[in-house]
Nanobody, 124 residues
Framework: QVQLVESGGGLVETGDSLRLSCAAS????????LGWFRQAPGEEREFVAT????????VYADSVKGRFTISRDIAKSTVFLQMNSLKPEDTAGYYC?????????????????WGRGTHVTVSS
């Protein structure tokens, strides 16, 4: 099993920045990628970004490309999501997820482990 704990959410204004963190523990050697998803009330869960744990390659959703940056600290088993130029439409619960699949994927079904989420609210 892999445990994931997110932190760093909060209430910010349009244009502000936030950095989310996700600490992984347990059988992390089995993880090939860590991703961030988000879900707004009444909406489907949406892919945000993912990073290859060993290689560091990344994939982003078009909606966040150029504003968000995903990174990882292997020594600390932690993945980060730096969010800049935040917009009200970024308001959502943000969830960290871990995948054992080799190769990056944006499909939620390919992520076996999920954190409980951290909420981000961007006021206009």
């Amino acid at each position: 099993q892999v445990q994931l704990v997110e932190s760093g959410g909060g209430l910010v204004e349009t244009g502000d920045s936030l950095r989310l963190s996700c600490a992984a523990s347990g059988r992390t050697f089995s993880v090939h990628a860590l991703g961030w998803f988000r879900q707004a009330p009444g909406e489907e869960r949406e892919f945000v970004a993912t990073i290859s744990w060993l290689v560091g390659s990344t994939v982003y959703a078009d909606s966040v490309k150029g504003r968000f940056t995903i990174s990882r600290d292997i020594a600390k088993s932690t993945v980060f999501l730096q969010m800049n130029s935040l917009k009200p439409e970024d308001t959502a619960g943000y969830y960290c997820a871990a995948s054992r699949n080799v190769g990056l994927t944006y499909a939620a079904k390919d992520y076996e482990y999920w954190g409980r989420g951290t909420h981000v609210t961007v006021s206009s």
